[in-house]
């Protein structure tokens, strides 16, 4: 059975920082390129960061390059977000996702980070 399943979420103020993680299991993680998406409330989800099977190679969108930080332990079969200097306008859940193909795509349950003074 395959399991995704995000920890970290909560309140912090603007400026904050927070890590997210998220465990693996039931499939082979380290073979799967991993995402980060987040969706705000009334809006799609966007895709935040990406990373590579062996963690080389990672993508970022604009709104978070320089804040936002992917990385994995495949001996943890875990994948971080490690978010810096949040902004009220990161508000949202966040969804981690593992995708190598069109049937082969895992999705989270979500975990809320809300940044407010």
Do not use: H
């Not at 082979?28 to 969706?39: E, I």
């Not at 990373?51 to 936002?68: H, P, Q």
């Not at 009220?88 to 407010?116: I, K, L």
């Amino acid at each position: 059975q395959v399991q995704l399943v995000e920890s970290g979420g909560g309140l912090v103020q603007p400026g904050g920082s927070l890590r997210l993680s998220c465990v693996a299991s039931g499939f082979t993680f380290s073979s799967y390129p991993m995402n980060w998406y987040r969706q705000a409330a009334g809006k799609e989800r966007d895709l935040v960061a990406s990373i590579s099977t062996a963690g080389v190679r990672t993508n970022y969108a604009d709104s978070v390059k320089g804040r936002f930080t992917i990385s994995r332990d495949n001996a943890k079969n875990t994948v971080y977000l490690q978010m810096n200097d949040l902004k009220p306008e990161d508000t949202a859940v966040y969804y981690c996702n593992a995708r190598r193909s069109r049937t082969q795509d895992y999705w989270g349950q979500g975990t809320q980070v809300t940044v407010s003074s």
